[in-house]
Every structure is written in structure tokens, then in C-alpha cells.
């Protein structure tokens, strides 16, 4: 009568997963794509999403850094998680207790506990035994998919809630043991599926944009944003003019246009879409008027264009076609204005004096800090096997480009995309913005759920407005940099909604309600509107300002 009732529920639980698939299906595509021949199928999530786990720190003395406890990846983390529960299903079938199945393998009952919830992973060569000692191969165990309709269900509610969207709702993480019914789990993920589904739709401005962007971050993250062949190519070019040392000129740059057959000609009616034209017919190309030499100088539009020649790219034929093209651009303008043997050994001896610093590499080489501080990413993990973050924020705290590989907990939205995004206003980009005088860099100690950062900011004013350059490293790689010694120093446990986005609660009592502002559009093409009872507008910033403003 039991196994009866097992096969009973069995079989209406996998009836209730293939209609729940089915119901995500057409206008409502799911975030997973669920199988119900026999087992649900749970697929890995794609390369452009890394969700984040939300992880306590060890220490919060002010003197001491917070060191994240030991951290997998979103994918091995995913990995543990399926093999535990292939494991507990395994274990079931075959009626053996925690118990039983550690005194066949010798260990503890709670390590075996561990294992099954994803907590800790058992050791490669102790697999063998656990599948001997489950009656199963290896390949059953490992493989990457979920062994049942409930277990994959149980999976996919906990990537729900270990991702940034749920950390951000400030709401309490529901645990799915065996008391829970199996209806209640799978309304559970629907739920889930149908609000990730809505926030993917509110957050695609453009959606392409924004995945093409984020692949093409993993993709750099994954090469320590160094491409060893552009940097051979800006060695030859360089070689090709007699560059030797110091900052390229403008002469050596019209050289390596010569030398491509063109001829520079600065105009003054580009169309302001552009930065470049290149007439491939006639040989010309034609730069806008603050290229000129004396001018504002901008040698990297010209080296951009001559780096598309170089490159042999053709029309692009996708918007990712178009991203990697810029990138290879952009990057061959940056290694031939600062040429990476010039520049990794003015970085080693500014490291061996424990003195580097973005502004000294900037005036070095007579670039732009943004463009310093990108090109120190390029080098300083590659070369010195230091881990670096980069943030080049707007005036709002929103986020305009960024890159890291140390693991600092950027904003993400469901798709993962990062631009747009709004930093906490406890990272040194957005306190560099309140010091009245901006001319030095700011540095500071930030303590975040994934460990204490480092990071030296320059403010500085576009057209588009106020911006801030953010360059920053771990704690640990701090003691290379000029300015460790400063004291200051922020606490942020964003996305957790209390750290800077709820009002204090005091203000929230005396406002809430009271306020209707008329809210600024937003024009970037990356950027969502920040969720809100007011589309853009920024709850806790419009009570403070009531609050003051009530008092006078």
C-alpha cells in the first residue's frame, strides 16, 4: 500500500510539473525548461546570468577585513546542489538511513547531511564508493540533472531565492523539506517563474543589449580582460612607427595611418552619432575637429578607426558582432597608447615600492583616468595576478560600464546585466560625489557581503553630466596601493533593501503617503527605472529632503 501511494503521488506530481511547464510556455516562456518523460530535467543556467549567493562574513571588527567564507561559483554551486540530491534520492531508493550509508563509507552521517544539501562537496575519488555503496555508476550520480520532478522543483525554487531579485525583496527564504506538500512547490516556482518573467520584460531596454553586454563580460572575466593577439598586433604597429618610450604622439599616430594607405581629415559636421568615418574608397578618415593636435587630442578615435582596418572587420552582422568589434577597437587603441611591455614595467616598479596609482599611470602615459583605469584591468591580474573591479558611475549611482574578477557584488538585474543598475550609496563611488573639493582621488575601505574592498575614485564632468572612475581591489591587494592608509571606511550589505534603498522608518511613518514627485526621465539607452511607487525616483532621498525643508 505504500509503494502504491509513492507511485500515486509520484504520478501526480510529474502530471502537475508537465501542466506548470506547459503554462510557462508561448507569451510566458520559463527561466528553465522542464522535461517530464520520466525525470524533469533541470538545465544548467546560461553563461550570461551569474547569480550571486548571498554569504555572512567572519568578522566585522572595524580593524579587521571581512573575508567571505568559502564561495563556489554560481555553476558550482548549482553542481553540488544536483549531485546532493541525486545522492539523497539514491539514498531513499535504496532504504538506507544517513546512518546506514556512513558506516558503509566509513564517515559521519552529518558529513553525508552536508553533502545531500549542497553545503559540501564529497571528494572526486570518494565517488566510487558512493556509488558502490548505492548500487549505482558513477555516471547516474554525477549526471547533471535533477532525479525526480520534486527534487528538480526543490532546485529550482532555491535558485529563485539564492538570486539577487529575491535578495533585494528583504523577504525570508522558504525551506523545502519533506512536510511541504507537493502542491504548495509547485505553486511556489510557478510564482516564481511568472515574477522573473515580469522582471526580465520590465528590465528589456534594450533586452538584446543587455545580454550581449553581459556574455561579453563573463567572456573577459574569463581571460582576465587581456587578449594576448591585439596586443601583439599594437607591438608591431608600434615597432612599424619607431615608437620607443614615453606617451605616443600624434605624429607617430598619423604614421600608422599613412601606413594603412589613408589620409586623416578633420571635419566639423559629423554626424553626432558618430566618432569616426572611414571612406574605404577614397582613403580617407575623417575625424571630428577636437582630434586635432593642440586641441583636445583625442589619438584614440584615429587609432580606433586604423583598428578596424587592422582587424579586417566587415559590416556587423549582430549586435554582439557589433560589441566584440568595439571591443577589439577599443582595445588596440588602449594597448598602442599605453603599450603593455612600457606599461607593465612602470606598473612592477610602482608595485615593488608599494605605490601604484591610477593618476600616476594616467599622466604617464598622458591618457584619460577612465582610459588608465581600464587598462590597468587588462594588465594588472594578467602580469601581477591581481584581482581587479572597475565602475564608471553617472550622477544617480547608475551604473554606465563595469568590470570585475574579484568577485565584488555588483547590482544585477534578473538578466544579470549590470548596467543601469544603481550602486549602493555606500561604495566609494557614489560617497566621492559628496566631498566638496574632487580635484584629488578618494579612496576607501568598503566591508560587503562578499568580503572588504579597496578602491581609489576620480569624480569628473562630461556632457552627459557628473561621472565617478572607479578602480578597486580585494583587502588583501590593498598594501600594493598608495592610499591604504586612509580611514575610510563604509559598511554595505546591499541588496539587502535596508542597507540605502528603504527610507528610514521614521521618515517613511511621517511621509509615506504625503509625497507625489514629478520624476526626471531617465534617458540612458542601458538603464531600467529603479522599481518604485514612482518609476525613477528615489523614495529615501525625496523624505530626507521633505524632512530637511519641513524643519526650516
Request: aromatic share 6%; net charge neutral; with cysteine.
Amino acid at each position: 500500500m505504500v509503494v502504491h501511494d509513492s507511485r500515486e503521488r509520484a504520478t501526480r506530481l510529474t502530471s502537475r510539473t508537465a501542466d506548470l511547464a506547459r503554462s510557462s510556455s508561448g507569451t510566458s516562456p520559463p527561466v528553465e525548461q522542464w522535461r517530464s518523460d520520466r525525470t524533469a530535467r533541470l538545465l544548467l543556467p546560461g553563461s550570461a546570468v551569474r547569480p550571486r549567493i548571498a554569504l555572512l562574513p567572519t568578522e566585522s571588527s572595524k580593524g579587521a577585513p571581512l573575508v567571505p567564507r568559502n564561495r563556489p561559483l554560481a555553476e558550482d554551486a548549482h553542481h553540488a546542489l544536483v549531485l546532493g540530491a541525486r545522492l539523497r534520492h539514491y539514498r531513499t531508493t535504496a532504504r538506507m538511513t544517513l546512518d546506514d550509508l556512513a558506516a558503509e563509507l566509513g564517515t559521519s552521517a552529518s558529513r553525508i547531511s552536508l553533502i545531500e544539501n549542497g553545503h559540501r562537496e564529497p571528494r572526486p575519488s570518494e565517488l566510487p564508493a558512493f556509488a558502490r555503496a548505492l548500487g549505482v555508476s558513477v555516471e547516474d550520480l554525477i549526471r547533471l540533472e535533477a532525479p525526480d520532478d520534486r527534487s528538480g522543483l526543490e532546485l529550482e525554487l532555491r535558485r529563485f531565492q539564492d538570486s539577487p531579485a529575491f535578495s533585494g525583496l528583504g523577504l525570508p527564504a522558504v525551506k523545502t523539506g519533506r512536510g511541504m506538500p507537493d502542491d504548495v512547490l509547485v505553486v511556489l516556482v510557478g510564482l516564481h517563474r511568472e515574477l522573473e518573467r515580469r522582471a526580465r520584460t520590465a528590465s528589456a531596454t534594450p533586452e538584446e543589449a543587455r545580454l550581449r553586454n553581459t556574455q561579453q563580460r563573463a567572456m573577459m572575466r574569463a581571460r582576465n580582460n587581456h587578449l594576448p593577439e591585439i596586443e601583439r598586433l599594437a607591438e608591431e604597429r608600434l615597432r612599424a612607427v619607431g615608437h620607443v618610450a614615453g606617451a605616443l604622439t600624434h605624429r607617430e599616430v598619423h604614421l600608422m595611418v599613412e601606413q594603412l594607405g589613408l589620409e586623416v581629415v578633420y571635419v566639423d559636421d559629423l554626424p553626432r552619432s558618430t566618432r569616426s568615418i572611414t571612406d574605404v574608397a577614397n582613403g580617407r578618415i575623417y575625424l571630428p575637429a577636437a582630434s586635432i593636435p593642440g586641441g583636445h587630442g583625442l589619438r584614440s578615435i584615429a587609432l580606433q578607426a586604423v583598428a578596424h582596418q587592422l582587424l579586417g572587420h566587415t559590416p556587423p552582422e549582430s549586435y554582439a558582432d557589433f560589441l566584440h568589434q568595439r571591443l577589439e577597437i577599443n582595445y588596440f587603441a588602449a594597448a598602442c597608447l599605453m603599450p603593455q611591455r612600457q606599461s607593465v614595467e612602470f606598473l612592477a616598479n610602482r608595485r615593488k615600492a608599494r605605490d601604484l596609482a591610477v593618476e600616476d599611470f594616467r599622466d604617464a602615459f598622458g591618457v584619460t583616468h577612465e582610459a588608465a583605469a581600464l587598462r590597468m584591468t587588462n594588465l594588472m591580474t594578467e602580469h601581477f595576478g591581481i584581482h581587479v573591479h572597475f565602475l564608471r558611475v553617472g550622477a544617480d549611482g547608475e551604473v554606465l560600464k563595469a568590470y570585475e574578477n574579484d568577485d565584488l557584488p555588483l547590482p544585477v538585474d534578473v538578466t544579470g546585466a549590470v548596467e543601469g543598475q544603481i550602486v549602493c550609496r555606500r561604495w566609494a563611488a557614489r560617497r566621492a560625489a559628496e566631498r566638496a573639493h574632487r580635484t584629488t582621488e578618494y579612496r576607501q575601505y568598503t566591508d560587503t557581503p562578499a568580503g572588504t574592498y579597496w578602491a581609489s575614485v576620480q569624480t569628473g564632468q562630461s556632457t552627459q553630466g557628473p561621472f565617478a572612475i572607479t578602480f578597486g581591489v580585494p583587502f588583501d591587494d590593498a598594501r600594493w596601493f598608495r592610499g591604504r592608509e586612509t580611514t575610510h571606511r563604509q559598511t554595505s550589505t546591499c541588496p539587502d533593501p535596508s542597507c540605502c534603498r528603504r527610507p528610514p522608518s521614521d521618515l517613511e511613518a511621517r511621509w509615506a503617503g504625503k509625497a507625489w514627485p514629478s520624476a526626471r526621465l531617465h534617458a540612458q539607452i542601458l538603464a531600467s527605472l529603479p522599481a518604485g511607487r514612482f518609476p525613477g525616483v528615489d523614495e529615501a532621498e525625496i523624505y530626507s529632503y521633505l524632512e530637511r525643508h519641513a524643519r526650516s
